[in-house]
């Protein structure tokens, strides 16, 4: 089978790449890596089974659609012409059933710039195999391109070309053949010499990339074979469901070295394993909330977002409730407890934050009423909607806090900053604020009216009304 440049891989494997790397494959130096290099070259090929699985699942099935109404089947290149609603084509809920291979397929439009290979269509893979092999567990990963030649059938490219070797003591050795990465493609030179490897993400000044043999993100065949040892430590066929997310090899390794993985595997707490192996920060010590976990797996309670039931345990913290008690720990509707406390604790951080700029307002009201003071008590609207001069700092400072904009941050009281800026408070008629709006004393014009965030709001055009309405009351009193 022939490899062909490029493909999806490249833009997987890297961010940002330094000039063209060949790299080399080395001899094994020690007994288990000689050990492992005579063991890959008795591998059994794919079964008939996994090669078909491989032709089912390793790619999303879908249709190319040009406007003519030639269609072409990407799963067996089968060319057919029926025309489509082009609307339904262009938003994707178009289907055509391919009369060749039976398939019901999703259309999509043709685009000459897409994945256009040599003459032809090309997809590309990652697909990883867990199995053993004389009593080791090793990791397989097939490079699988699916291609379609123009004029011709669906041609597939399966070859392997890394393993991932991971024994009882937990030491992972990692054969490859030899490949060629830069910025701007990636391949595998699949007649070069296997050799043993070692993980490879590099970050050098500006330029970074991935690690070529971290599994993470490969396509899993859904049937697993695993040492002894790594069965009787709680492996189980449903953690491949975890390497969209996390490395299955380092989850093996932390199987084999580490009896909290042990323990997070064998209760079945999958979600906190893969947020435990990928989170760093404070939620890296796993003991600071160990006591908690064993408190949900004596209850039976299965933990469905890690990083949520993380937060809300640091909330119950600052609440100083009880992390020791199953009734705050094993929530029966997680999010909503965890957004009850959240906004909790989010009006008394506001309330702290408004305390604090009202205790700084009180040193510059003296300033803000000389020089605006004589606007003070204005105040002019209809029957929906008020609208007045904000009459000291401290309201200012209120009006920034709820509304959550830079009126109060950026000193908008200041006259030394903004010299010819007048601020307004546009409310309804149950006293909610809807608009904050700056004057120009010196044009007359309006400079902006925002809402909550700095978005307007619906009432936005007939606060603007009122305001140019009623300009002449704030000119008469310049």
């Known amino acids: ?8 891989m490249c833009m997987n494997r890297y961010q940002e790449c330094t000039n063209v790397k060949e790299v080399k494959p080395l001899k094994g130096r020690t007994k288990r890596e000689r050990m492992y290099l005579a063991m890959r070259e008795k591998l059994p090929g794919l079964s008939k089974t996994q090669e078909q699985w491989i032709r089912d699942n390793a790619f999303e099935k879908y249709a190319y659609y040009w406007k003519e109404g030639t269609v072409r089947c990407l ?13 339904a084509v262009s938003l994707e809920v178009g289907t055509h059933t391919c009369p060749n291979c039976g398939e019901h397929l999703p ?8 994945n256009k290979r040599y003459g032809g269509y090309e997809d590309e893979t990652l697909v990883s195999f867990v199995t053993t092999f004389k009593g080791h567990t090793v990791i397989r990963t097939f490079s699988v391109v699916r291609w379609n030649p123009e004029g011709s059938s669906t041609k597939w490219r399966i070859h392997e070309v890394y393993q991932n070797w991971i024994d009882d003591e937990g030491r992972e050795t990692i054969l490859s053949m030899p490949y060629t990465r830069s910025a701007y493609y990636f391949r595998w030179r699949q007649f070069g010499e296997w050799g043993v490897r070692k993980h490879n993400a590099h970050c050098s000044g500006y330029f970074q990339m991935s690690d070529v043999y971290d599994v993470c993100g490969n396509k899993f065949y ?37 009896p909290f993985a042990e323990e997070l595997v064998k209760t079945g707490q999958d979600n906190l394993l893969a947020y435990w192996m990928n989170e760093g920060g404070p939620h890296k010590d796993r003991t ?25 345990l640091d909330l119950l913290e600052y609440f100083h409730k009880d992390t020791h008690n199953a ?41 803000y009423k000389k020089h605006r003071g004589m606007f003070f008590g204005i105040c002019f609207g209809n ?20 509304m ?28 909610n604020r809807l608009e904050t709006i700056e004057v120009n004393v010196k044009t007359w014009k309006i400079i902006q009216s925002m809402g909550l965030q700095n978005h307007p709001t619906a009432q936005h055009d007939e606060i603007v009304r009122l305001m140019e309405e009623n300009m002449y009351r704030l000119k008469k009193v310049a």
């Open 75 to 87: 799963c067996c290149g089968h060319y057919d012409h029926a025309p489509q609603p082009l609307l």
């Open 288 to 312: 600071r909330w160990l006591h908690a976990l064993r408190i949900c797996n004596r209850n039976g309670y299965y933990i469905a977002d890690a990083s949520v039931w993380i937060d809300y």
């Open 222 to 258: 859904p049937v697993s074979r695993v040492s002894p040892l790594l069965k009787r430590n709680g492996w189980s066929g449903r953690l491949l469901k975890l390497g969209r997310v996390v490395n299955l090899a380092e989850v093996m390794k932390k199987m084999l070295t580490d």
């Open 107 to 114: 259309l999509r439009f043709w685009k000459e710039s897409t």
């Open 327 to 367: 009734h705050y720990v094993c929530p029966a509707d997680l999010t909503k407890e965890h957004d009850r406390l959240f906004h909790k604790k989010e009006r008394i951080v506001e309330a702290e934050k408004l305390a604090k700029r009202v205790a700084e307002a009180e040193r510059h009201e003296k300033q």
């Open 1 to 8: 089978m022939i490899y062909s440049e490029g493909g999806n």
């Open 404 to 431: 959550h904009h830079c009126v109060y941050a950026n000193e908008y009281y200041s006259h030394k900053r903004h010299p010819d800026s007048l601020i307004l408070s546009a409310k309804d008629k149950d006293g």
């Open 383 to 402: 029957k929906d909607i008020v609208i007045t001069v904000i009459g000291s700092v401290k309201e200012m400072a209120e009006e920034g806090t709820m």
